[in-house]
């Protein structure tokens, strides 16, 4: 089991910043990749970023990229999102979730994860 517990969500104007972190414990966080996803009222859960174990590789929504940067501290077991020129948009609840070795977690599919976090509110004023 991997417990993920996220944190540094809140209520930012338009073009604010935030960064999100998601600690984990349980099993080695080195073991597995990484994942934010997001999901608004009404809307399906959807894929934001993703980094393999190593941190090496990472992949972005189209949505996303150029503003959102992920990132992870394996000796911290943590798993970062730096949120930068923020639109109302963005305004989610934001999961973090930990997909095992075997799992094709770049395709950025929900069914890829094998654990998630509780979520953290981010809302973006206009």
């Known amino acids: 089991q991997v417990q993920l517990v996220e944190s540094g969500g809140g209520l930012v104007q338009a073009g604010g910043s935030l960064r999100l972190s998601c600690a984990a414990s349980?099993?080695?966080?080195?073991?597995?990749?990484m994942g934010w996803f997001r999901q608004a009222p009404g809307k399906e859960r959807e894929f934001v970023a993703a980094?393999?174990?190593?941190?090496?590789?990472?992949y972005y929504a189209d949505s996303v990229r150029g503003r959102f940067t992920i990132s992870r501290d394996n000796a911290k077991n943590t798993v970062y999102l730096q949120m930068n020129s923020l639109k109302p948009e963005d305004t989610a609840v934001y999961y973090c979730?930990?997909?095992?070795?075997?799992?094709?977690?770049?395709?950025?599919?929900?069914?890829?994860?094998?654990?998630w976090g509780q979520g953290t509110q981010v809302t973006v004023s206009s």
């Open positions: 980094i393999s174990w190593s941190g090496l590789m990472i």
């Open positions: 349980g099993r080695t966080f080195s073991d597995y990749a």
């Open positions: 979730a930990a997909a095992s070795g075997s799992r094709s977690y770049y395709s950025g599919r929900v069914g890829e994860y094998d654990y």
